[in-house]
């Protein structure tokens, strides 16, 4: 079994976990702490394999509960946040996982999976997909953990939320990634980056064009049974016969 503690000092957002929890048959909840102090009680008596940990709370927040815990001896962690200005310090713990809020069954579901991964278990009825902490592509130049994207570019290093991507292309040896707030190269092959994505967010309409479906405003049927899509910034793409098939699976005709 594993032996799980939930960290959070919203009422509902507890209750939520724990109505979740209980459909996994091979976690036992040991405890629940509303605040930062009596989480590190709780876990120094406890010792839970794995913490479900908000970031904002009252006494510690999450940030300083895992200092005081230090590196050796501290279970896996989730990250639970409503903020997604938090993740950067997730990767740095090596958190397994990092659950941006309001998230869903699903999602939670691979969260668990990518524990079981961890931790050298399996879950019988759980996805197969998904990565376990992250998962890097043979450049290494984007790894994913949770839902966020560690991205190389030249020297530096962006941490992306894969909700502010609005469309990636293939650009030579690049792939030029376009999210709300900026535009940028990444030295990647497209193909390797499907993987990372997040399939019912993101659809593949060409061999060279990556839409996130959240973010087009409108589609029409274009030309020999293809598609024209057109971007919330305006931006324009047209879909190719090689992938007009999972274009119709995914979106239905126009």
Same mark, same amino acid.
């Given at each position: 079994?594993?032996?799980?503690?939930?960290?959070?000092?919203?009422?509902?957002?507890? +209750? @939520?976990? *724990?109505?979740? #929890?209980?459909?996994?048959?091979?976690?036992?909840?040991? $405890?629940?702490? =509303?605040?930062?102090?009596?989480?590190?009680?709780?876990?120094?008596?406890?010792?839970?394999?794995?913490?479900?940990?908000?970031?904002?709370?009252?006494?510690?927040?999450?940030?300083?509960?895992?200092?005081?815990?230090?590196?050796?001896?501290?279970?896996?962690?989730?990250?639970?946040?409503?903020?997604?200005?938090?993740?950067?310090?997730?990767?740095?713990?090596?958190?397994?996982?990092?659950?941006?809020?309001?998230? +869903? @069954?699903? *999602?939670?579901? #691979?969260?668990?999976?990518?524990?079981?991964?961890?931790? $050298?278990?399996? =879950?019988?009825?759980?996805?197969?997909?998904?990565?376990?902490?992250?998962?890097?592509?043979?450049?290494?130049?984007?790894?994913?953990?949770?839902?966020?994207?560690?991205?190389?570019?030249?020297?530096?290093?962006?941490?992306?939320?894969?909700?502010?991507?609005?469309?990636?292309?293939?650009?030579?040896?690049?792939?030029?990634?376009?999210?709300?707030?900026?535009?940028?190269?990444?030295?990647?092959?497209?193909?390797?980056?499907?993987?990372?994505?997040?399939?019912?967010?993101?659809?593949?309409?060409?061999?060279?064009?990556?839409?996130?479906?959240?973010?087009?405003?409108?589609?029409?049927?274009?030309?020999?049974?293809?598609?024209?899509?057109?971007?919330?910034?305006?931006?324009?793409?047209?879909?190719?016969?090689?992938?007009?098939?999972?274009?119709?699976?995914?979106?239905?005709?126009?």
């Amino acid at each position: 079994m594993i032996r799980t503690l939930i960290v959070e000092d919203e009422p509902h957002a507890r +209750d @939520k976990l *724990r109505e979740l #929890l209980q459909g996994e048959p091979d976690l036992q909840l040991v $405890g629940e702490c =509303g605040d930062g102090l009596e989480a590190l009680r709780a876990i120094g008596s406890l010792q839970p394999d794995l913490v479900f940990l908000d970031i904002q709370m009252p006494g510690l927040n999450g940030i300083e509960l895992v200092e005081s815990l230090g590196r050796t001896g501290t279970p896996h962690i989730v990250v639970t946040t409503a903020y997604s200005d938090h993740a950067v310090w997730a990767f740095e713990i090596e958190a397994v996982d990092y659950l941006l809020k309001p998230y +869903d @069954k699903p *999602r939670f579901r #691979l969260a668990l999976q990518r524990v079981r991964t961890a931790m $050298g278990r399996s =879950g019988a009825d759980e996805p197969k997909a998904g990565p376990q902490q992250s998962v890097p592509t043979p450049s290494g130049a984007v790894e994913r953990r949770g839902d966020m994207l560690k991205m190389k570019v030249g020297s530096r290093i962006k941490f992306i939320s894969m909700g502010k991507i609005r469309y990636i292309q293939a650009d030579g040896d690049y792939i030029r990634v376009n999210t709300v707030d900026e535009e940028f190269l990444v030295r990647e092959r497209i193909k390797d980056v499907v993987s990372q994505l997040d399939e019912d967010s993101f659809l593949r309409v060409h061999r060279s064009v990556l839409l996130n479906i959240d973010y087009i405003r409108e589609m029409k049927p274009w030309q020999h049974g293809d598609y024209e899509f057109t971007m919330r910034d305006e931006a324009v793409f047209h879909s190719s016969a090689s992938y007009r098939a999972q274009v119709r699976a995914v979106l239905g005709p126009a």
